[in-house]
């Protein structure tokens, strides 16, 4: 299974930036995905998890209502978008490929990452 992470960046505050993650090596739809994030000197967090259809969603409380979760079964593809980014926002961003029925937030749901993609976000 392979996942290749991209879309990081510098931008300023209030800025957007779009990850994307492909994955290969399964069946995409039989899986959810998720996004955690690892800041220096900090524990990888929970950022985002999407259900196997897409039709479920949940998000960590401090980027609520400004990031987004999808994904695109035809394509192999979930995305992050990340709005009205703050400095407390820059973190490497991994994606993550999981076994569940219903999304998860905790990382031991998760058996396969992406090598990260670093989000830096400027004041």
């Known amino acids: 299974v392979q996942l290749q992470a991209s879309g990081g960046g510098l931008v300023q505050a209030g800025g957007s930036l779009r990850l994307s993650c492909a994955v290969s090596?399964?069946?995409?739809?039989?899986?959810?995905m998720g996004w955690f994030r690892q800041a220096p000197g900090k524990e990888r967090e929970f950022v985002a998890a999407?259900?196997?259809?897409?039709?479920?969603?949940k998000y960590a409380d401090s980027v609520k209502g400004r990031f987004t979760i999808s994904r695109d079964n035809a394509k192999n593809m979930v995305y992050l978008q990340m709005n009205s980014l703050k400095p407390e926002d820059t973190a490497v961003y991994y994606c993550?490929?999981?076994?569940?029925?219903?999304?998860?937030?905790?990382?031991?749901?998760?058996?396969?990452w992406g090598q990260g993609t670093q989000v830096t976000v400027s004041s």
């Open positions: 993550a490929l999981g076994r569940s029925v219903g999304v998860q937030v905790t990382t031991a749901w998760y058996d396969y």
């Open positions: 090596g399964r069946t995409f739809s039989n899986y959810i």
């Open positions: 999407i259900s196997r259809s897409g039709g479920s969603t």
